[in-house]
């Protein structure tokens, strides 16, 4: 059986990754603090076991949920998908802004990283959901920028550290996605102009299919 972690699958990009793995004779564990969100992605669905999981990215405790749902079960893929973004001048930014940030955007991914590997096996693989941000910079965006370059560094790093374990790391950098990030963010953005999260969720499922000694690890 081919075990999935998904974080932030309450909606967005989470979501539309759950639906397109879903497969039949799989499990996938769907993370979010949203329950009845995560819920209606379970409903989504049919062809294969979910179990919810229910924690808060921003402490430690939140990521040993997960470790405590998955257990011993094989995992095949991890995604790691949450995140969040504070957008406002630095000089207006609050050490609660700067650490609430690194902790869900590369402490969260880190620590799910490290205490599901044992889990997974050769052919595994590792996702994760980065953004143009690893690459560039944005007023007024410093403390994403920053979180997403620091996680760009590590999944680069254990990248080569698994390589020769066979445990593929995949980088995804999205530009800007149709998401519920920007009801949070400052300005007037014109989403219909955006890319779907369903366009994410294909370049995943494309790569995840690719046959193991494939080198396209880092999708733009």
């Given at each position: ?87 406002k001048p630095f000089e207006e930014l609050t ?63 254990i990248r080569e550290e698994l390589r020769e ?56």
């Open positions: 059986m081919k075990g999935f972690v998904i974080t932030g699958a309450s909606r967005g990009i989470g979501r539309a990754i759950a639906i397109k793995l879903a497969c039949e004779g799989c499990k996938i564990f769907l993370h979010g603090k949203d329950k009845k969100m995560l819920q209606e992605t379970s409903e989504k669905i049919s062809d294969c076991g979910t179990e919810l999981i229910l924690s808060d990215l921003s402490n430690p405790e939140g990521v040993n949920t997960i470790l405590k749902a998955v257990g011993e079960t094989k995992i095949s893929v991890l995604v790691n998908n949450a995140g969040l973004a504070v957008v050490l609660d802004d700067w650490n609430l940030t690194f902790n869900v955007n590369v402490t969260a991914p880190f620590l799910l990283c490290k205490g599901l590997v044992k889990n997974m096996s050769e052919g595994s693989s590792i996702v994760n959901i980065l953004s143009i941000a690893s690459k560039n910079v944005f007023t007024e965006w410093s403390s994403y920028c920053m979180s997403k370059y620091a996680f760009d560094g590590f999944a680069k790093t374990r066979k445990i593929r790391v995949i980088n995804i950098y999205p530009g800007p996605t149709d998401t519920d990030i920007w009801e949070n963010v400052p300005g007037n953005w014109d989403r219909s102009s955006m890319m779907s999260p369903e366009v994410i969720a294909d370049a995943v499922k494309i790569e995840l299919e690719q046959p193991p000694n494939t080198e396209s690890e880092d999708i733009t």
